[in-house]
């Protein structure tokens, strides 16, 4: 008999114990990581987290934007969480209001400036933007500057600010931060520098031997270099530019403590260890760096101003265009 009185009561209260085991439910996570890393990273969550079912949209992220925007007109949005390339586009979502902020994330452990400050989006990687050389070229740079120089002159590729986000980052850091501003770029056209194309175009056309010089992201000629390419990647003396690769909830989501919950997993030290596994450097001061590159120590990376950058944006893409005749 008592049994019987019990047994309504016991299961009762499955779903509450349930729930105290973890969170559950559904997230749609909208990346533009390569979809071997956003498979990774959506497994090492689930692992953490076996109630959350997450799936995922990949592509780049001028694309998931415009997928975004669609879904915001029409008054549908489907994402939970965005995991995408750079910081700039993440302020501007945020000045339209369509991030969600996460105030009890811990970022005490990464140094200031790298996260937002009303923590609207935060950093999870350093991609850093740096000089690929040939190497058959006898001159080799160290310099953003050696990029001016005549023994560089018509053999230097890089991809464009008007179609790569990285990119048009790397020309605000670097305007921002060098003697002379837009100056730099006007003597990189002067010796002959072609602009265009992905930065996997950049590695084709440098490790073939097409080119002897690019401006590229650090990852792809480090990588290439460990198979065997002809290829040899700098870390210029006045330091980088770089992506962050950030992750933001969206103001929409319908299942916001497993949102929380996914940027605390990608903040964490075990979060962080996955981008190093992935090859990256991990926004996290206190993870090791990829094998093939300096030690953190030796990796200066320049002041950048997201929210500047995104007033400045127009301004930016028009110079560019003026200075390269695109």
Known sequence: MLMKRLLPILVSLVPALAQAQGISGDLVLYTSQPNTDAQQTVDAFKAKHPGVNVTF????????????????????????????????????????GRLMAHEKADVSA????????????????????????????????????????????????MPSPLTSGAALIHAATLTGAMEGGWKYYEALKAND??????????????????????????????????KGASVEFVFPKEGVSAVSEPVAILKNTKNPEAARAFVDFLLSKEGQELALKQGYIAAHPAV????????????????????????????????????FGQ
């Open 57 to 96: 949209v990949r592509d780049g992220t001028p694309k998931i934007l415009a997928k975004l925007n669609a879904e915001f007109e029409a008054g549908q949005p489907q994402a939970d969480l965005l995991l995408i390339a750079d910081s700039v586009t993440m302020e501007g979502l945020k000045k339209q």
């Open 110 to 157: 990464y140094p200031a400036g790298i996260h937002d400050q009303q923590k609207f989006w935060f950093a999870t990687k350093l991609i850093t933007t740096g000089i690929a050389y040939n190497t058959k070229a006898s001159f080799k740079p160290t310099s953003w500057l050696d990029l001016t120089k005549p023994e560089v002159k018509g053999q230097l590729v």
């Open 193 to 226: 520098a072609m602009a265009g194309g992905g930065n996997g175009d950049i590695l084709k056309q440098v490790a073939g031997g097409q080119k002897l010089y690019g401006v590229i992201v650090d990852f792809m000629p480090i990588r290439e270099k460990a």
């Open 288 to 323: 090791a760096i990829p094998a093939g590159y300096p030690s953190r120590d030796q990796i200066k990376i320049m002041s950048f101003d997201a929210a500047k950058a995104l007033a400045d944006e127009t301004k930016n893409k028009a110079t560019f265009a003026d200075i």
